[in-house]
């Protein structure tokens, strides 16, 4: 390795303290990505094991698990995982114990998702206001119907329960996601959230779910077990939670202690990313969301870590993002699929500061199903990318669109070919 290389990973390569006193070895943060791969009553398999072996192996500091739903009746996607009880812990330690080896984190992300639920598998979902979905996704998505308080303090205890389940099984953190459009983000936007009791209206009411989620998995897990969140910067949508918002949610978190903040953007009707094109869309739009992380960065944080997520595509601009302040961990999702080992590639030096990690173009040579399924198809796509890893292969980018559509309905039958949700390419 040149000088020139270990001056370019030299930000990369330190380590990070939380708040809470743990420390994260390096700057890589595998952003969470839907794996698809559980049993029928939502365990993971065996093959969650395999895959976040390879990832724990490959050198990031933190790994951040898929969704993890804390109800089994309010699903998100086909495939998701769910941790209400110890009926399954056996194998979620097989798990942890795998994604944490070479002094690696793994952190499991909970989630809930209020109406975001689709009408394929979950006909009566749950929200903090009645009224469907918006847009061209809204009918495949059923009408959801008002949650009450006992209600709302029952899913505030499943998220502590789920994250006291997490810890005992041997992970070493949670994040709440409260982003993408689903039930704490419906908490947070004026668009979805009608209520006019202390859980609507000003944006204290309207933080108060995550609030007060965020205080009892702490009190779950303790003072020193991480805990982090996932934001929006914003929804994208006028009238909806802006970007000045979620600045005072992030202040307030940090203020009660917050260990990391995950920033992203972007709800199932107001998508941040949502197509095929790969690396032309990386090239034209670049770092997502960096100048509202530099704001962030401007907040008094108490020593909160902020991990920017997505678009980070070689070395150079994920060292520079660091030097310059804009961020203290790098997100990163899709390209770790494809080559699992890019951390420790990086560090090593075997990736030159300016080359361009090119995520593929997704297509089934099909214009109408491009269309049709866009979307889902590159979610398809993914999934069976780390289904194959899972199993012991390698990835293939060859792999073509077609058989991405046609294994996720051989695995999730029609349920996995209607859209879920709308997701950034990270």
């Known amino acids: 390795m040149t000088d020139q290389d270990t001056t370019s990973t030299a930000q990369l390569a330190q380590p990070i303290d939380l708040p809470c006193g743990s420390r994260i070895k390096n700057r ?17 398999t065996e093959r969650f094991a395999t895959l976040y072996r390879r990832w724990a192996e490959g050198g990031a500091g933190v790994l951040m698990t898929g969704n993890v739903m804390v109800d089994d009746t309010q699903l998100g996607e086909p495939g998701n995982v769910a941790l209400e009880d110890d009926h399954n812990l056996a194998v979620f330690r097989s798990w942890a114990e795998a994604a944490t080896v070479n002094d690696t984190h793994c952190w499991v992300q909970l989630n809930h998702p209020g109406r975001q639920s689709p009408a394929t598998i979950n006909p009566r979902p749950w929200a903090p206001s009645a009224g469907r979905l918006e847009g061209e996704y809204g009918k495949f998505f059923a009408e959801p119907r008002e949650l009450g308080r006992e209600q709302i303090h029952d899913i505030e205890h499943r998220f502590a329960h789920a ?15 409260g982003a993408h459009g689903y039930l704490i983000n419906q908490f947070l936007s004026p668009l979805d959230n009608h209520r006019t009791d202390e859980y609507g209206g000003s944006l204290d009411n309207r933080m108060r779910f995550l609030v007060e989620t965020y205080q009892a998995v702490r009190e779950a897990v303790g003072p020193s077990f991480p805990v982090a969140v996932k934001l929006n910067s914003s929804d994208g949508q006028p009238g909806g939670f802006s970007e000045d918002e979620s600045l005072q949610v992030i202040q307030h978190l940090a203020d009660l202690g917050l260990d990391l903040i995950e920033i992203s953007g972007g709800t199932l009707e107001k998508p941040t990313f949502a197509t095929t094109t790969g690396d032309k869309e990386d090239r034209a739009r670049g770092v997502y969301f960096s100048d509202f992380a530099t704001r962030v960065k401007q907040l008094d944080l108490h020593g909160t870590v902020v991990c920017l997520t997505g678009g980070f595509r070689t070395p150079a601009d994920m060292e520079d993002a660091i030097e310059q302040g804009v961020t203290d961990m790098i997100g990163i999702a899709r390209p770790l699929v494809l080559q699992p080992d890019m951390p420790q590639r990086i ?16 297509t089934t040579n099909v214009k109408m199903l491009d269309k049709a399924f866009n979307a889902v198809l590159v979610i398809s796509w993914f999934e069976l990318q780390m289904n194959r890893i899972g199993t012991g292969k390698d990835p293939n980018p060859k792999i073509g669109g077609m058989r991405a559509l046609l294994f996720a309905f051989t695995q999730h039958g029609p349920a996995a070919l209607t859209p879920r949700r709308r997701k950034n390419h990270n």
């Open 163 to 177: 994250a006291r389940l997490a810890k005992q099984a041997g992970f070493t953190g949670v994040q709440l996601h």
């Open 28 to 44: 890589f943060f595998k952003s969470a990505m839907h794996e698809a791969m559980a049993t029928r009553d939502h365990a993971p």
């Open 347 to 362: 560090l090593d030096g075997d990736i030159a500061p300016n080359d361009r990690f090119k995520l593929p173009w997704i």
